[in-house]
């Protein structure tokens, strides 16, 4: 099973920028789809973005669409998530998930997971 690793989180002010990193040991059939949820306290996880490893047609759940940008590196099989503006909103658990699913933002459609980066944004 492919092992995901995510680093980048920490402490911003709101308004600030932080760029989340997950490295993925392999890139196989399994890891078509790579995504990005967070999970607030008492909350259920959450689709934040989605790519291929190709980069295209990258998609967005519409509360970071124009503030976060996902991207993915294949030379070195790392994901990026790009955060700008945060809000005090975005404070969550961020995890790093990947799946054989096309285009999916369902957490069931998602078997690998890291262990999650910790942001979070004050006022």
């Known amino acids: 099973q492919v092992q995901l690793v995510e680093s980048g989180g920490g402490l911003v002010q709101a308004g600030g920028s932080l760029r989340l990193s997950c490295a993925a040991s392999?890139?196989?059939?399994?890891?078509?789809?790579m995504a990005w949820f967070r999970q607030a306290p008492g909350k259920e996880r959450e689709f934040v973005a989605a790519t291929a490893w190709s980069n295209k047609y990258p998609y967005y759940a519409d509360t970071v669409q124009g503030r976060f940008t996902i991207s993915a590196d294949n030379a070195d099989n790392t994901v990026y998530l790009q955060m700008n503006n945060l809000k005090s909103e975005d404070t969550a658990v961020y995890y790093c998930?990947?799946?054989?699913?096309?285009?999916?933002?369902?957490?069931?459609?998602?078997?690998?997971w890291g262990q999650g980066t910790q942001v979070t944004v004050y006022s």
């Open positions: 392999e890139r196989t059939f399994s890891t078509y789809t």
């Open positions: 998930g990947a799946s054989r699913a096309v285009y999916s933002r369902l957490r069931r459609d998602f078997s690998s």
